[in-house]
């Protein structure tokens, strides 16, 4: 059965980027070139070209997927990750466990197994032939989905750290497995739209999948690829030792903080990035690229990025202003604080049952954010009204061809994209596999809401289901062809809040299932896409998903008891050290304070934030301006090339921990994605994505090796001798521009 002649003919998908897809891809669209993959000197102009030059449709179908090298590998590097990503969630660099990094550990793993077991007899079964494409792709897959903290697991830290309330660990973990596999659900029904066709291209699958077609495809031109791949991999591995142990004045790197040397606020709170909450990072550069990569600028299309600088910019440019407007207190900082500057004393106005105190709060006041963090709250609520209306102006027909008719339910649909016609030989995952693990999963939701404390009332776990599913529609859309992904957490409390006035902790309940099941379902769908593309028969990635989605909610819970039972005053403070923070959990409870509790003397018009929620409103017409301007003048290209709702993230994302990362991103964006794309066409379909891929490898692994041997992980920390590269950190900030107090 054809899904629709605009979606099913090849031309037509990649004509939606010209036409229908605008403010997405930057890229032209013409028709790939018929030349060997290797010699073709054709620009890379868009989704079809790249799924058609740089990945290889190549398949076998006879290789086995879920062997038992996936298994063990599998289950140990799922492990690992969780645990790594839980104590990067505590840690003020805001980094995260890359999927190359299990991709590579699990590559030599997985060699090492097949040449170290027997392979004849019984063996044969345990070792059935050389480490595969298929079986590597699924320990990736399931790795990388249980190396996220959950946002489950976020919120049960919060409520340990501010609210102190133990939930039993059988109610934390079983609620995990509820709000993260429900989004699975959502995937399942979402295929056809972000999956299988070819403008779905999840720009941040690429680096991947080009770094495993190198290592399993043979051919001289993959033996050159994989000897480039791990010259990069250990000179990144060697040289980030200097600038994140020995001289992390490299981390962010000013000349203006080196002159100034932490005598003036306003240049520490303008320049400053080499702590947690320092400063905006203006012409601040990193040299560590486990903070570039943040900026995203070897695999995110030019578009995404020029759309994202333009924000920064704007962003530079109102944070300065409002820098005079701090009302005593830090000028960056996600927490909550009393109008004397002090930390905001939330069990002061809640009751018994975490409720609103009336009498209490008129006695203790009302609390205050940091100008910047209010101002970049606003840009959030922006960024999701904006997204709203972007996808109905430039997107309203391919929504209304999966929907209509409930197209998306239906199976034996086509699409004339080269790997999903290779994967037809394979068993698709029937939908009702997806409808029974979304019905068992909400069942078990509504049923921990009335393990230990009360949480929701079962129709609000529907009502803020519904929700995430509405919003994995929209955002969706935006990340599988961007690779953006638009924070909702936000838009979410602001519902809630009038949903469950009053109520902190029934407001980071519903935001867990009205966002973190939609943040799920991004991730299961990129998986699932990366599937596609190493031709991994559908079921195995089902199983590779689900498993790791369960081994990852049960480590993520254990760590947590552990960094927070060790470290909770570190991770209280408002401002964290340059080891451990808790900004994360930090953002969260506040949010719970100031809409869950505090809605309506924050929010409500006359009310000090009253603008806050109204940036859903200011965003969702912003959009409207460019589209109008694009039809009047439809030769003037900028109008659909701009992306509202990316430019207003960027716009607030400064004032979030350090901000060493931006200015060298765009350097390296500028050039991979204009000047190397367009000047070097052969070297950038070769090695662009594999650079990527490389350089996010080798940077994770010895991250990870730091964190044990040198940043305390392990219990014991091992710090630098100091220097003038490596001040006292009691003394002066490591790039020389905030000292040890705020003036």
């Not at 697991?153 to 509820?178: C, H, K, S």
């Not at 081994?551 to 451990?580: C, E, M, Q």
């Amino acid at each position: 059965m054809a899904y629709s002649d605009s979606l099913r003919e090849p031309s037509k998908v990649l004509g939606h980027q010209e036409k229908d897809l605008k403010g997405f891809d930057d890229h032209s669209t013409e028709s790939v070139e018929e030349a060997p993959f290797q010699e073709t000197e054709q620009i890379v102009r868009g989704a079809g070209d790249i799924t058609n030059l740089i990945i290889s449709d190549e398949d076998n179908p006879e290789l086995p997927a879920l062997t038992f090298r996936f298994w063990v590998l599998g289950i140990g590097l799922a492990t690992f990750g969780s645990v790594l990503s839980e104590i990067y969630y505590w840690k003020p660099q805001n980094a995260m466990v890359s999927a190359l990094f299990q991709l590579i550990i699990s590559y030599v793993l997985g060699n090492a197994m097949h040449y170290a077991m027997p392979s004849t007899g019984f063996w044969r079964h345990l070792n059935p032939g050389p480490f595969n494409i298929k079986e590597h792709t699924c320990i990736t897959i399931m790795a990388s989905t249980a190396s996220v903290t959950a946002t489950a697991i976020g919120i049960v830290a919060t409520l340990d750290l501010f609210y102190g309330v133990t939930l039993n660990p059988g109610a934390a973990i079983f609620q995990t497995f509820a709000s993260q596999l429900i989004g699975y659900g959502f995937a399942g029904l979402l295929r056809t739209l972000l999956v299988w066709p070819t403008y779905a291209l999840f720009p941040n699958q690429l680096p991947s999948i080009s770094l495993l077609q190198s290592m399993h495809f043979g051919g001289l031109l993959n033996r050159k690829k994989m000897k480039y791949f791990w010259i990069v991999f250990w000179a990144i591995f060697c040289w980030e030792i200097i600038p994140t142990w020995i001289f992390p004045l490299l981390t962010a790197f000013s000349v203006i903080c080196l002159a100034d040397n932490g005598r003036s606020a306003v240049i520490r709170n303008i320049f400053g990035a080499g702590g947690s909450n320092e400063g905006l990072g203006l012409l601040s550069f990193s040299f560590d690229w486990t903070l570039i990569t943040q900026a995203y600028p070897l695999y995110w299309p030019l578009q995404t990025q020029v759309s994202s600088w333009i924000g920064l910019g704007f962003g530079y440019a109102l944070m300065d202003v409002f820098q005079g407007y701090s009302r005593g207190l830090p000028f960056m900082s996600t927490a909550l604080f009393a109008a004397n500057g002090s930390s905001y004393d939330q069990s002061a106005i809640l009751g018994s049952n975490h409720q609103l105190d009336p009498a209490k709060y008129a006695e203790v006041g009302p609390p205050f954010m940091t100008t910047t963090y209010a101002v970049s709250l606003l840009m959030s609520y922006a960024s999701m009204g904006a997204a709203f209306s972007h996808i109905l102006l430039w997107h309203w027909t391919e929504l209304w061809e999966a929907f209509k008719g409930f197209n998306f339910l239906k199976s034996g649909q086509d699409f004339n994209d080269i790997h999903f016609q290779r994967m037809k030989v394979y068993k698709e995952v029937p939908q009702w596999w997806y409808g029974s693990l979304f019905i068992v999963s909400l069942s078990l939701a509504i049923g921990m809401a009335y393990v230990g404390i009360n949480t929701l009332p079962w129709w609000s776990v529907l009502v803020f289901t519904v929700i995430a599913f509405i919003l994995a529609v929209i955002l969706g859309f935006i990340y599988a062809v961007t690779g953006f992904q638009i924070p909702t957490g936000g838009f979410v409390q602001v519902i809630a809040a009038y949903v469950h006035p009053q109520q902190p902790i029934q407001n980071m309940y519903a935001k867990m299932y009205g966002y973190n099941t939609g943040y799920q379902t991004f991730a299961m769908l990129s998986d699932l896409k990366l599937g596609q593309y190493a031709k991994v028969p559908p079921r195995a990635t089902f199983v590779a998903q689900v498993s790791g989605t369960i081994l990852g909610s049960i480590f993520n819970y254990v760590l947590y008891k552990s960094i927070v039972d060790a470290h909770r005053t570190d991770l209280i403070n408002p401002i964290g050290t340059r080891i451990w923070s808790g900004w994360n959990s930090q953002e969260v409870n506040s949010a719970a304070i100031t809409w869950g509790a505090l809605s309506a003397e924050l929010y409500s018009p006359g009310k000090t934030y009253f603008q806050i929620p109204l940036g859903l409103l200011y965003g969702f017409f912003a959009p409207f301006l460019l589209y109008a301007m694009h039809r009047l003048f439809p030769s003037q290209r900028i109008w659909s090339y701009l992306n509202m709702p990316i430019i207003f993230t960027y716009l607030g994302w400064l004032p979030y921990s350090v901000n060493g990362m931006w200015w060298p991103g765009l350097i390296i964006g500028l050039y991979t994605q204009w000047w190397v794309r367009t000047r070097k066409p052969r070297w950038y379909i070769k090695y662009n994505y594999l650079t990527s891929a490389a350089l996010d490898g080798g940077s994770s692994i010895i991250y990870f090796i730091l964190n044990f041997a040198v940043f305390g992980a392990s219990g014991n920390a091992i710090s630098f001798p100091t220097w003038w590269g490596n001040p006292d950190p009691s003394v002066i900030s490591v790039d020389h521009c905030m000292a040890n107090s705020f003036s």
